[in-house]
Structures are given as structure tokens and as C-alpha cells.
């Protein structure tokens, strides 16, 4: 009997111990970290679309396939394009011309205004001298009438030689040939259809792993068709879902660890919560539940997280979208906000714009030179 009651005593007092062991570390350190298994890796996916309308001539990439930033994907029949932008050239040169006959016609109204003049002046001298031998009937008075009617046919001559060149001068006043509305027009013309050829070769935006890859060579495609989407795996996040009894002291930039089940207990990732969602999963379902109708059962919500890895880490240890995590986060400094206001540290580096290319400015400016006589340095003056 002294046995078993001393091995009851004992099997207690370790009980006891067991207990205060566990509140000890509760207290001190349990206590201040939240974990939850219910994370899952999330990533940006750069849909791959076409700008223009074409057929896929050329696929030079697939799914789980790693591409660099500017790497060709798949390339469009050019022809279409080509001749767009042929028929803008030539539009651009027509138009030149057009512009050109604009100011060389201003020149020669101007011209004739002047010799309207001097023809008008010479009449009003004749008939002021026949006008002063009319009485001594040197001169006839139907010839003096004539004279007089001269002088208005040239006047209206003139003032109509004065109106075309005011709207001649209208279309022209204060521009160049290079300058001109109508040239400018043209030239964006040709920027546009040169533009839409650069489109037919499709590259990727950014470095990453090509997925749902859906276009196929001979398929004719549409403006804004989704054809794939490519992955950067360096900027991966993990969104976990903790319970809303979870949040209270979480804050923005409290430390992270996260492990992967895919690498197992072996790998850990440091990172840092950069913020938590507005609402509980269930609110922004497709169907949220209506908790006002029918029976009602409480359940306790889960709320997403975000959390921000650290990409030298994700350069040794790669993570997938979709894959499951566990996330502990350590919640002992709560001087942190309650709202994010700047998740992502750095914008994902897109392709550089198609909007400026020498070449076609080099193009145009030789158009200009051949139909107008202006050199590649006047057009860059401008």
C-alpha cells in the first residue's frame, strides 16, 4: 500500500510539474505566437495577351517552361501589319506633298496680289487722265465708262486673290511643312501601323515559369485574347488563414517563420506580415452566408494574411503556387498598424514600353526629306 500511494504521489507531483512547465513556457513564450497550417503559397499570374488580331505563325514556348524577361513567346503573321504600315507611309508622303502645295499656293497668291496691285494703280492712272481730257473731248465718255469698269474688274480681281490667301494662310499660319497638323497626323499614322507590327512578336513582361499556356501554332487570335500567363516565382507570398480569435495583437511587420511542406521541417523561411485582408474569407465568397435567414450556427471565421518572404531565401528553396504551408507568426511587438499602406516593397519590373523606336522616327524622317526637302536634323528640332 506505502507502494502505491508513494507511486500516486509521484505520478502526481509530475502532473504538477507537467503543468507548471507548460504554463511556464505558455507564459514566457507560447503565448506570444500564433501558428496556423492553413497557408497556402499565392503569386501574381502576368496574363500573356495579344494586342492585335493575327495567326500564330511561331510558339516558342510551354507550360513549366522558365523564361527571361524579354524572352520570345510566340510571334504573329507580320503581313497584315506590313502593309498598314506601308499604306501609312505612303499616306505620310502624299500628305507632305499636299502641305507643300499649300505653301508654295500662298506663295503665288501672294505674288499675284502684288501684280493686281500694280495693274490697279496703272488703270487708276489711265482713268484719271482720261477723266481730266473729257472735257476737252479728247476722249469719249463711253470710253471713260470703260476705264471705270476696268478699274473695278481688277479691284474685285484683287480682293478675291486677297481671300483665297487669307485661306490659304489660315491651313498654314505659324507652322512648317514638318510642323503642319496635317503631317503631324500622318506621322502618328505611321508611329501607330509600326506599333502594331512590333505587337505581332509577343516576349515575356517578366522573368518567371510559363503556365496554362492555351494558344496553338495556326490558331487566329483576337485583340486581348488570353493566350498564357507567365509566374514570377521570386515574389511569391503566403496568404494565411487565421482564426479571427488569432488577430488581436497582429500587426503590420511582425516577424514570420514559414515552412513548406514540400521541403519539410528541414527549410525555414524568414519573412513578415505586411497585412491582413479586409474581411473573413466567407465575405467575399461567390455566395456569402446569410446569417439573418433560417437557423443560425456560429462559426468561427478565418481571415487571410499576408505574408512576405524573403526572396534570398526563395532563390535557394523555390516555391510553387498553391502549395500548403505552416505559418507562425510573433506577435510580441504590437506597435505596428492594424492597416497596410504599401504591401508590395517594389513594383514587378514589366517590359519596357513600345512606344518610342528610332527606327521609325529615322523612317519618318526620311519620308520628310524626300517629299519635302527638310533634312533627319530639322525633324529632330522639332
Known sequence: MSKRRHGLMALGLLAILAGVGYGSYWFLSARFYESTDDAYVNDDLVQI????????????????????????????????????????????????????????????????IIDREIVLRRAQDDYHRRSNLLQDGAVSAEELSHAQDNIVQIRANLTEAREQLKATTVQIDGTT????????????????????????????????????????????????????????????????????????DMRVGQPVEVRAD???????????????????????????????????????????????????????????????????????????????SEVRAEPIPAQASMGDDPDVEARIARILAANEGIGAGAVAAR
Request: charged share 20%.
Open 177 to 248: 511643312v514638318a510642323t503642319h497638323p496635317q503631317v503631324l497626323a500622318a506621322e502618328a499614322a505611321v508611329r501607330d501601323a509600326a506599333l502594331a507590327l512590333r505587337r505581332t512578336h509577343i516576349s515575356a513582361p517578366v522573368a518567371g515559369v510559363v503556365a496554362r499556356r492555351s494558344v496553338q501554332v495556326g490558331q487566329r487570335v483576337a485583340a486581348g485574347t488570353p493566350l498564357m500567363a507567365v509566374v514570377p516565382l521570386s515574389y511569391v507570398w503566403v496568404d494565411a488563414n487565421f482564426k479571427e480569435v488569432q488577430l488581436k
Open 262 to 340: 514540400v521541403y519539410g521541417r528541414s527549410v525555414k523561411y524568414h519573412g513578415k506580415l505586411v497585412g491582413l485582408s479586409a474581411g473573413s474569407g466567407s465575405a467575399f465568397a461567390l455566395l456569402p452566408a446569410q446569417n439573418a435567414s433560417g437557423n443560425w450556427i456560429k462559426i468561427v471565421q478565418r481571415v487571410p494574411v499576408r505574408i512576405a518572404l524573403d526572396p534570398k531565401e526563395l532563390s535557394v528553396h523555390p516555391l510553387r503556387v498553391g502549395l500548403s504551408t505552416t505559418v507562425t507568426v510573433d506577435v510580441r511587438n504590437t506597435s505596428g498598424a492594424l492597416v497596410a
Open 49 to 112: 495577351t495579344s494586342e492585335v488580331p493575327g495567326t500564330v505563325m511561331v510558339l516558342s514556348v510551354d507550360d513549366t517552361q522558365g523564361v527571361r524577361r524579354g524572352q520570345t513567346l510566340l510571334e504573329l503573321d507580320p503581313a497584315d501589319a506590313e502593309v498598314a504600315r506601308s499604306n501609312a507611309e505612303a499616306r505620310l508622303a502624299g500628305t507632305v506633298r499636299q502641305v507643300r502645295t499649300l505653301f508654295a499656293t500662298a506663295e503665288q497668291l501672294r505674288a499675284r
